[in-house]
Structures are given as structure tokens and as C-alpha cells.
């Protein structure tokens, strides 16, 4: 599976950006968001499962950023909403064999990652 990302970039605080997550081999894997901030270990953002019926969310996220995928694309998003500087990070796209899954370990394929910062 190879898992490319996209739509990242310099966003002002407060305003929105999506990402995109271009998946290619099986499209019913878990599909996560992580992030990592300079200095930081990457942690987790956010995961969906491969029908695209549950979600989950790291709890400093869940009421401003939404993951979902539309499968006949094999593709998963991130709407980022309310950006603060503190979600400046690089973010990477992952997939899991897994139901759910909420750590690295549990992924088994990563993207390359996009750049995201908020700034003014």
C-alpha cells in the first residue's frame, strides 16, 4: 500500500485547510492521521475505519478537525477547522489492518507526510 499526501501549507489562525490521503492497493484498511510537531514525538490525530462508518479523534481535535474517506477514490481526508498555532506539525497519513487502531504501532503503511503551519 502507498499512501501519498497532500494539502498542506501555511494557514492563518483560525482558518481551515483539508488533507488529502491517495491510497493505493486495498481500499477497506483503518485509516489514521498523525502528527508531529518539531521536538515532539508523532502522536495520534484522528482514525477511520475501512467502511467509513466510525471515527475517532485525539480529544484536543475531535470538535475542530473530521476525518473521512470516500473509498471509490481510495482516498482519505482531514478537514481542519479553527487551526491554532499549536497544530503546527507535519502531518502523515497511515493504514491499518486493524478495526481500530490509535498508535503507531497498529499502522502497518505510511505516507511521506505534508507540512502544515499556522501562523499570522
Known amino acids: 500500500v502507498e499512501l501519498v499526501e497532500a494539502g498542506g501549507g501555511l494557514v492563518q489562525p483560525g482558518g481551515s485547510l483539508r488533507l488529502s490521503c491517495a491510497a493505493s492497493?486495498?481500499?477497506?484498511?483503518?485509516m489514521g492521521w498523525f502528527r508531529q510537531a518539531p521536538g515532539n514525538a508523532r502522536r495520534f490525530v484522528a482514525g477511520?475505519?475501512?467502511?467509513?462508518?466510525?471515527?475517532w479523534y485525539e480529544s484536543r481535535v475531535g470538535d475542530r478537525f473530521n476525518i473521512s474517506r470516500d473509498n471509490a477514490r481510495n482516498t482519505a481526508y482531514l478537514q481542519m477547522n479553527g487551526l491554532k498555532v499549536e497544530d503546527t506539525a507535519i502531518y502523515y497519513c497511515?493504514?491499518?489492518?486493524?478495526?481500530?487502531?490509535?498508535?503507531?504501532?497498529?499502522?502497518?503503511?505510511w505516507g511521506q507526510g505534508t507540512q502544515v503551519t499556522v501562523s499570522s
Open positions: 497511515a493504514a491499518s489492518r486493524k478495526r481500530v487502531a490509535t498508535v503507531d504501532e497498529q499502522y502497518e503503511y
Open positions: 492497493g486495498s481500499t477497506f484498511f483503518t
Open positions: 477511520i475505519n475501512g467502511f467509513g462508518d466510525r471515527s
